[in-house]
Nanobody, 120 residues
């Protein structure tokens, strides 16, 4: 199983980005997908998660500005980031908790990370 994230980049404060993350390989079923971020010198923190039913959860610092969505048919999740602030600068990591095959146990997978820089 591989998680491929794309769509990070550099943007000015107040701008928007929409990274995506696709799970490929042996994917039987996905329980949930999400995004976490880690800024220099800080611990990794929750950004947003979405489960198969569509229920979402957000970190307090991004509520009202970020929206997570998913495409079950493509095993892909998207993170619409609006009103970006310099403090949103971090490496954003995609996560998926999934069953790789029928009968397998639920496992966590991580993408390689995509850098988001918010600066004027």
């Amino acid at each position: 199983v591989q998680l491929q994230a794309s769509g990070g980049g550099s943007v000015q404060p107040g701008g928007s980005l929409r990274p995506s993350c696709a799970a490929s390989g042996s994917v039987f079923s996905i329980n949930d997908m999400g995004w976490y971020r880690q800024a220099p010198g800080k611990q990794r923190e929750l950004v947003a998660t979405i489960i198969g039913s569509g229920r979402t959860n957000y970190g307090d610092s991004v509520k009202g500005r970020f929206t997570i969505s998913g495409d079950n048919a493509k095993n892909t999740t998207y993170l619409q980031m609006n009103s970006l602030k310099p403090e949103d600068t971090a490496v954003y990591y995609c996560n998926a908790n999934l069953w790789p095959t029928l009968g397998a146990t639920l496992r966590a997978y991580w993408g390689q990370g995509t850098l988001v820089t918010v600066s004027s």
